[in-house]
């Protein structure tokens, strides 16, 4: 069993749609992070949370520590969003990743 | 400049050459990572940095791989031996002190034939 979980691993949506990417993880954490990569493979960092909610524009990252467990919400979906979203956390020093869900997002 | 980068962006290699890679981090930055990605997969550790010490190579697969950050800066990832299974994308990040967000370079793409 990997250490980082995500669901589902491919998701395709309508433009428009509310879309959840869920989280989880078996290991004690510092910190988790929410990764989009795109074709190329490019990787920005969306956020880093240790509780509770952030909000960045139409994304929303949040986190049950006791469950470990996060979720990200991307609402108003858009083409543009189309890309793999990966979950990584904060194991001691090193990101420990998920292998992150494959997002298409049509007109 | 602005962000991270390395070089080069694709390499490809016979197997048992050798390859270096480099990553230059957002300067000022004292934590670096190396990671390698392969396909349909999400990034897996290598090692990190701390200035120019390794403080954690527990990811290098075998002794067949080596990273080495002299002065704090840039770093450079050395593979030898190469095999088939070392084909990947190879990923550096770096973070102002290592507890912060990582900024990931574009990656460089190695295929080893």
């Known amino acids: 069993k990997n250490e980082v979980e995500q669901s589902p691993q491919n998701l395709t949506a309508q433009e428009g749609e509310f879309i959840t990417i869920n989280c989880s993880y078996s290991?004690?954490?510092?910190?988790l992070h929410w990764l989009q990569q795109h074709p190329g493979g490019g990787i920005v960092s969306l956020f880093m949370?240790?509780?509770g909610k952030k909000k960045h524009g139409r994304l929303i990252a949040t986190i049950n520590i006791q469950e470990k467990h996060s979720s990200l919400h991307i609402t108003a979906s858009h083409p543009r969003d189309s890309a793999v979203y990966i979950c990584?956390?904060?194991?001691?020093?090193?990101?420990?990743f998920g292998t992150g869900t494959r997002l298409q997002v049509f007109p | 400049g602005a962000g991270v980068s390395q070089t080069p962006s694709n390499k490809v290699t016979e197997k048992g050459k050798y390859v270096e890679l480099r990553c230059d981090p957002i300067?000022?930055?004292?934590?670096l990572y190396w990671y390698r990605q392969s396909l349909g997969q999400g990034p897996e550790f290598l090692i990190y940095?701390?200035?120019?010490?390794?403080?954690?190579d527990s990811g290098l697969p075998n002794d067949r791989f080596f990273a080495v950050r002299p002065e704090g800066s840039v770093s450079t990832l050395k593979i030898q031996r190469t095999e088939r299974g070392d084909s990947a994308v190879y990923l550096c990040?770096?973070?102002?002190?290592?507890?912060?967000?990582?900024?990931f370079g574009p990656g460089t793409r190695l295929l080893v034939l």
């Open positions: 990040a770096s973070s102002s002190t290592g507890l912060g967000t990582q900024y």
């Open positions: 290991v004690g954490i510092s910190a």
């Open positions: 949370l240790s509780s």
């Open positions: 990584a956390v904060d194991n001691t020093d090193k990101l420990i």
């Open positions: 300067s000022g930055h004292t934590a």
């Open positions: 940095f701390q200035g120019t010490g390794a403080a954690d």
